[in-house]
Nanobody, 123 residues
Framework: QVQLVESGGGLVQAGGSLRLSCAAS????????MAWFRQAPGKEREFVAA????????YHQDSVKGRFTISRDNAKNTVYLQMNSLKPEDTAVYYCAANRGIMSRREYEYDYWGQGTQVTVSS
């Protein structure tokens, strides 16, 4: 069982930056693929980024490439999402997710989820 707790959300002006963190419980963090998803008001949850267990492979959704970066620190059982050049359309609840090693953009392939952290970008 893996428990995930996100932090770092908040209100920021367009063009600003935030860094989200997701702390994971358990001793198997380094064997899990980690991902970030987001859900904007009135929309379905969508993939943002994923990172392999070792951190050597990353995927980013096209709309965030060059602005967001996913990373992880296995010694701290934590995954991060650095978000730069934020836009109002990035406003959403951001969720951390984990699975046992499958690099995927598909929501249903993730077994563990955090409760989410709100990111609001004002224009």
């Amino acid at each position: 069982q893996v428990q995930l707790v996100e932090s770092g959300g908040g209100l920021v002006q367009a063009g600003g930056s935030l860094r989200l963190s997701c702390a994971a419980s358990g001793r198997t963090f380094s064997s899990h693929t980690m991902a970030w998803f987001r859900q904007a008001p009135g929309k379905e949850r969508e993939f943002v980024a994923a990172i392999s267990p070792s951190g050597g492979i990353t995927y980013h959704q096209d709309s965030v490439k060059g602005r967001f970066t996913i990373s992880r620190d296995n010694a701290k059982n934590t995954v991060y999402l650095q978000m730069n050049s934020l836009k109002p359309e990035d406003t959403a609840v951001y969720y951390c997710a984990a699975n046992r090693g499958i690099m995927s953009r598909r929501e249903y392939e993730y077994d563990y989820w955090g409760q989410g952290t709100q990111v609001t970008v004002s224009s």
